[in-house]
């Protein structure tokens, strides 16, 4: 059997038949063929196929799914689900066992061409990720046994994945810190612990080794919801194993903020014995200013933060006053003001009810977002972002964008002059 192949698995021929009949038009495949219960682990066992079919009637059918997915060469092979109709403990029970995807018996032909096309995408973007996960093993980036980033380069992984969280506006994206603990004295088995947590979330999920023999998860649109649901499952797998504690919060800001926020609040209720805690208000900054949290060269985050504004207001403070002193004179009945942060940068411009703004932000210190509103009464609101990595961030870059800015604005007040003087 060719690799670009389809198995169909089924105990009734006719039915393996009618689904043949059903894909014949399928050109992506070389091959389809058909084979029972008994015949496909034989088969299998010899061969790999790029994708399976397989009907089940029942609940005990869904065994020969379980069997598939004990062959470790199978693991990765995509698997279609077929039912007559909708039974949704079976199709559940057939998700937890390892399917990909399902269709109906009596489902149209371009339905049915469709999933399977579908599916087949989904396994060649499967196969990409894991050539990056053996490239990110290679590099000693992730630990090649559990798939889990190293400790060592976690702070600069989840650096890059918090930054583009928010310049992607990635609403109800949650990071996760989660601290093993011992019971009744048992050793902590780091390796299988791993291995569990790392079986639980979402293929586009990310977890990390953590500080102090814990685990950093980011969990893409989970929500409190997703978040618990996804700690209660971790907490069930590891029952006999140990007791698990987390904090949980959705991405704000920086992963050099947010961490030790997450980090105090395990300790804390390691002590108080509350198991899972979901955090709204944060402060972020007295959490930095306390804790020691040191990234993968040693140096401390508070320092890197420190170097990082430095040289950022070193290239901000000059533009923002240059632009405003410029400008006052050109526009004499505008308002011109700007502010300077570690969280966020300012400068802005208005006459009446018109306003331009620019607001610079800085997530996990690598990146510069800069979010650029045109607002003026009784007109929706113009919103555009820029975003850039710092090392390309420039005064003459940043004039550019200023002036862009305010020529905008200029345009906006000269036609709303005009406007104000044409006859009604």
């Given at each position: 059997m060719k690799n670009s192949s389809i198995l169909i698995i089924s105990n009734d021929e006719k039915i393996s038949q009618q689904i043949s009949d059903k894909i014949k038009l399928l050109r992506t495949c070389d091959t389809i063929r058909s084979v029972s219960y008994i015949e496909a682990i034989s088969v299998l066992n010899s061969t790999q196929p790029s994708l399976m079919l397989v009907y089940c009637s029942n609940s005990d059918s869904v065994g020969i799914i379980k069997e598939i997915r004990?062959?470790?060469?199978?693991?990765?092979?995509?698997?279609?689900?077929?039912?007559?109709?909708?039974?949704?403990?079976?199709?559940?029970?057939?998700f937890d066992n390892g399917i990909d995807d399902f269709f109906?018996?009596?489902?149209?032909?371009?339905?049915i061409l469709m999933r399977i096309l579908l599916t087949l995408q989904k396994s060649i973007l499967y196969k990409k990720i894991e050539t990056t996960k053996d490239i990110l093993v290679c590099t000693n980036i992730v630990d090649k046994d559990t798939g889990i980033y190293l400790k060592e380069q976690a702070p600069t992984a989840l650096r890059n994945f918090f930054s583009k969280s928010i310049e992607e506006n990635l609403e109800d994206t949650v990071f996760m810190y989660l601290k093993p603990v011992s019971i009744q004295n048992k050793k902590i088995q780091m390796h299988k612990i791993a291995e569990i947590i790392n079986s639980i979330p979402r293929g586009n999920d990310i977890v990390a080794y953590g500080r102090n023999s814990g685990f950093y998860l980011i969990?893409?649109?989970?929500?409190?919801?997703?978040?618990?649901?996804?700690?209660?499952?971790?907490?069930n797998a590891l029952n006999n194993i140990c007791q698990i504690f987390s904090a949980a919060a959705e991405i704000t800001t920086s992963f050099e903020?947010?961490?030790p926020v997450l980090y105090q609040s395990v300790k804390d209720q390691i002590e108080t014995g509350k198991e899972f805690n979901y955090l709204y208000d944060l402060t972020f900054q007295e959490a930095v200013e306390v804790m020691d949290i040191r990234d993968e060269n040693n140096k401390p985050f508070k320092d890197f933060k420190k170097e990082f504004f430095d040289s950022f207001e070193k290239i901000v403070a000059p533009v923002f006053y240059q632009q405003r002193t410029a400008n006052e004179n050109k526009y004499p009945n505008s308002k011109i003001e700007y502010s300077i942060s570690e969280s966020e940068s300012k400068f802005s411009i208005s006459q009446n009810e018109i306003i331009s703004e620019l607001n610079m932000t800085y997530p996990s210190y690598i990146?510069?977002?800069?979010?650029?509103?045109?607002?003026?009464k009784d007109i929706p609101p113009m919103i555009r972002r820029l975003t850039y990595d710092f090392e390309d961030v420039s005064e003459e870059l940043l004039t550019s964008i200023i002036n862009d800015v305010i020529t905008e604005f200029s345009n906006r007040v000269n036609m709303n002059e005009l406007q104000s003087q044409l006859p009604e």
């Open positions: 004990t062959i470790k060469s199978l693991n990765k092979v995509p698997i279609i689900f077929i039912m007559d109709n909708l039974v949704e403990d079976l199709l559940l029970y057939a109906f018996l009596s489902d149209t032909d371009s339905i969990l893409y649109n989970s929500g409190i919801k997703g978040a618990k649901t996804v700690y209660e499952r971790i907490k903020q947010m961490e990146k510069l977002i800069i979010d650029i509103k045109h607002s003026e």
